[in-house]
Every structure is written in C-alpha cells, then in structure tokens.
C-alpha cells in the first residue's frame, strides 16, 4: 500500500465512451502525476499538477483530458480514444523536486 | 536534453548471486537519480536516490546503487539476489527545470532471478 489509490483498476471502453479515472491521496504530497506505461515502451509523462496547478503537458492528445480539483485528487477524462491508447495509467504523487514519486496500482485500459 | 539509458533489456543472475543493472544518464547540471522497482501487475516502487553526498547509496530490500560522475552512471547493486528480486526495475532522472517535477524513466530492465 503505497498511499495512492487508482481507480478502476481495470477498465474496458469502446472508441466512443467517456469514461474517468481517478487517483486519490492523502500522503498530504502537493504534486500529482499521470504517466501511460505502454508494453516494450518507456514510461511517458502525460500530466504534471503542482498545488492543484498544471505544470506539465507532455503534448498529450485532447482526447485525454486531466483534471485537478484538489492536491488530494487528480482525474483523467477520456472520450473517443483510439486502439493505441490502450495501456497501463499510473498515477504519482511526491511531496515535492527532490523526493520520489509514490505511484498508484494503475489503471489498466483497453480501448476496443 | 535529460534522459537515461538502460542499455540491458533483461539481466539473468542465479540466486545468491552478485547482480548489477546498469543505468547511464545524461544531465545538464546535477543529477538527481533514482530507481524504482515494478512487481507483475503493480505500479512503481522507489528503491533508492542520489541527491548528492556519498556515491554509495543504499535503498530498500538490500538495493544499493553507485553513483559515477566521470562515468554519468548510476548503477543499481546487490550482493546476494533472491528470486523474489525477480521484476521490473526502472532508472529515472529528475528533471530540475521548470520547477523540477518531470522525472524522466528509462525504458526498464527485467531482471530474472533463477533458484
């Protein structure tokens, strides 16, 4: 039990659901994550959040949309994926630029 | 521009046995590194970091790691493997620009561990 809770675990979506998934701390962390971890690829950034602020938007497609209400929890919104973008999603959170992150189980998505 | 570099896709060591998993960066400035573990079918794991200091560090589960500036190599160690040591394990390097909170990962080595 790292202190970060991804749900759901896993999640089955055809091309033109809208689906969520959501990651929730109270490791009292002030930055928060979302990375996609693709087989046989190295793990990409996708989203960083500093004190409920995006800080970082690795050139993710539209079709991903993240969403920060509090330092506690952090969403990501997903509407007409594509095949491809099946993948595991993690989240992360770290009390600040020196510290390690703190990763959540994932979400394991596939996208029909 | 940051990045690391694992440049085994998978290492093979007997239990008991010493292992190395081999991680390079490339920075600009002072490396802030780490590595993190991965079990099946979990997220990531932190084992251990290099801020500055000592260029032995130790981590978690008997991990440590040396740290080599001339070498921009950050390698992860073990002198005794088990076979739960069996995974996934990642090196990453913080990023310090922009506020320092990408952290870059390489693309993973899976180390296997035989009885």
């Known amino acids: 039990e790292t202190g970060v809770t991804q749900t759901p675990r896993h999640l089955v979506m055809g091309m033109t659901n809208k689906k969520s998934l959501k990651c929730e701390q109270h490791l009292g962390h002030n930055a928060m994550y979302w990375y996609k971890q693709s087989a046989k690829k190295p793990l990409e950034l996708m989203f960083v959040y500093n004190f409920k602020e995006q800080t970082e938007n690795n050139s993710v497609p539209s079709r991903f949309s993240p969403e920060c209400p509090n330092s506690s929890h952090l969403f990501l919104h997903l509407h007409t994926l594509q095949p491809e973008d099946s993948a595991l999603y993690l989240c992360a959170s770290s009390p600040g630029d020196v510290a390690g992150l703190f990763f959540g189980e994932g979400s394991r998505l596939t996208v029909l | 521009a940051q990045s690391v570099a694992q440049p085994e896709d998978q290492v093979n060591v007997a239990e008991g046995n010493p292992l190395t998993v081999k991680c390079t960066y490339s920075?600009?400035?002072?490396?802030?590194l780490f590595w993190y573990v991965q079990y099946p079918n979990r997220g990531l794991q932190f084992l251990l970091k290099?801020?500055?200091?000592?260029?032995l560090v130790k981590g978690s589960y008997g991990f440590e790691a040396e740290f080599n500036k001339s070498q921009t190599s950050f390698h992860l160690k073990k002198p005794s493997a088990l076979v739960s040591d069996s995974a996934l394990y990642f090196c990453?390097?913080?990023?310090?620009?922009?506020?320092?909170?990408?952290?870059?990962f390489g693309a993973g080595t899976r180390l296997f561990v035989k009885a």
């Open positions: 920075v600009s400035g002072n490396p802030y």
């Open positions: 990453a390097v913080r990023d310090l620009r922009s506020g320092g909170f990408k952290t870059i």
């Open positions: 290099y801020i500055t200091g000592d260029n």
